[in-house]
Structures are given as C-alpha cells and as structure tokens.
C-alpha cells in the first residue's frame, strides 16, 4: 500500500491569498471580480476580490475615509476605483504614481506597509485596446464626451498615441476647462480645446469617445443624438456594462467602426493585477477570460 502523500499543491487553503476591491457606484454588472479571480486562480493564488458598491450601502463617495481604514484592517492588498470616487480617493493617499499625479485620477491604490499609494491604470488600458482595435483610424481631431477621471486618462492616452486635437465636452464646464488647461500644460497649447458647441465639434472629427456613464446599466441613453453620427464618424465607448451600448448600437448601424470599453477593462486590469500581486499577467489570458463571461 502506498504511503499517503503530502502534496499539498492541489488545496487551495495553501496558496498565497491575495484580497482586492472595488469601489464605486452602479459595479453590480462589473465583470472585474471574476476577471481578477481567474487570473489569480491561473496563477496558484487564492485570490478574491469583492464588491464595494455605494449604491447598494446607501453611501457616496464621503463614505471614502471609512471604506480605506476597513480595508487596511482586513489585510486588503488594495483597492479598484472607479466611478464617482476616482478624483475624490486623492486626499486620502499617501503618495501617487507618476501616472496619477499627472491625471489627477486614481484608478488603483495598492495598500502596503501602512501607506496608500494611488496609480492609473486607465490610461494604458485605453491607449493598449485603442492599438489593437482602431490602429489605422485618422485621429486629427477627436471630440471626447466627460472631464472626470476617466475622462483624464482617455484624453491623455489619445494625445499620447497622436491624436492632433482633443476637444472636451462636460455638462460641467469648469471641469471642462480644468482638464484641458492640464492637457495642454503636458501637450502644447494646440493639442486640447472646449467650449465648441457638440454639432459643430463633431462636424470636423474623425472620432469621438464617452467616457461618461452615460450607456451603464444604471445610467441608460447617449451623450449625443443619434443623427450627429456618420459612417466616416469612429465611435469608441469606455462603459462596458453593456458591452453594447444604446451609442455603439446607433453607430454600428450608421456604418462608423467602433470599440467597446471591454478592452480598457482587461488591461486596466491587466495593470492593476500586476500592482496588487507582483506577478505579471497574461494578458491574452484575460482577454479570453473576459469574451467568456
């Protein structure tokens, strides 16, 4: 009789776990959790990442202090952020990455040796799904609908992969002007611009990006209406739950070649995996595990 084994490789309770969250409002439909944990479970790591969704506690984005210290004192490795916390989180960190300081928007803070460091992980993810599905699109003029921390990133990817000019519309035009005084600190005078009425802006376009919440599940509709869309019109949306928003629906079927947020989502996460374990992930991996779900 064979003496029995020690090998422990198949049991989970002896991996490394690793605990991550995020925070936000509306997340119920976010397909991030499963993304994380099947990475993680690739991986050898008991990985598990839960939902922080301020809609369902009744809370906003004051809540913010509380949510930090709760999540140190249960051994979180840190935390996703997403909307509308992204630009509230920053007075809470200890430090910010290059990236995020830059922005102005927090996307991932990695919780470690009692400090809080923030990082941006958006705008790479933007930028590395933008290569892969549009790498061909002329990019002189792009009108971008949303100045918030989503909206800083997207902007700062399109200017670094070329695009000429980014013009920004807000509901709120002091963020508007805010961004773009940034953008053109880092980029030239010439590169950013608002305050052009929406039809007239997107008139000379060669594409325009949401990166409003307008499309979730949760925030139904478009940022335009849908006779501002032609076929020489490209159409890219960062919400991806819907994958196919009420936008992306109209402008497939007006003829425009369009991207969904699915990949900002993946290699988003593709960075922020990396910063909660260390480790480096498989990013085509992901991608396949994201089609799946």
Known sequence: ????????????????????????????????????????????????????????????????????????????????????????????????????????????????????VGHNTDWWGFAESFRRELPDVRRDRVVQFGAGGAGAAVAHALLTLGAGEVIVIDTDEGRAEHLVSALRERFGPSRASTGIPVAKALMTADGMVN????????????????????????????????????????????????MSGGGMAVFQAVGAFRLFTGREPDPARMLRSFSEM
Request: proline content about 8%.
């Open 1 to 116: 009789m064979a003496a029995p084994s020690n090998d422990n490789a198949s049991d989970p309770w002896t991996h490394p776990s690793v605990l991550v969250g995020l925070v936000g409002t509306g997340i119920q439909a976010s397909r991030t959790p499963r993304l994380h944990e099947r990475e993680g479970a690739e991986q050898g790591l008991r990985y598990v990442y839960k939902l922080i969704d301020l809609e369902v506690y009744g809370l906003d984005a004051t809540a913010l202090p509380d949510i930090l210290k709760a999540a140190e004192l249960f051994g979180f490795a840190g935390l996703n952020i997403t909307h509308p916390c992204k630009q509230a989180v920053i007075p809470l960190l200890d430090e910010l990455s290059p990236d995020a300081a830059a922005l102005g928007a927090v996307n991932t803070i990695v919780l470690k040796d009692r400090r809080r």
């Open 211 to 258: 990166t409003t919440p307008l499309g979730m599940a949760k925030y139904p509709g478009m940022v335009i209406p849908s006779d501002l869309l032609r076929p020489d019109l490209w159409v890219a949306d960062i919400v991806y739950f819907p994958l196919e928003t009420e936008l992306l629906r109209q402008a497939r079927a007006r003829g425009c070649r369009t």
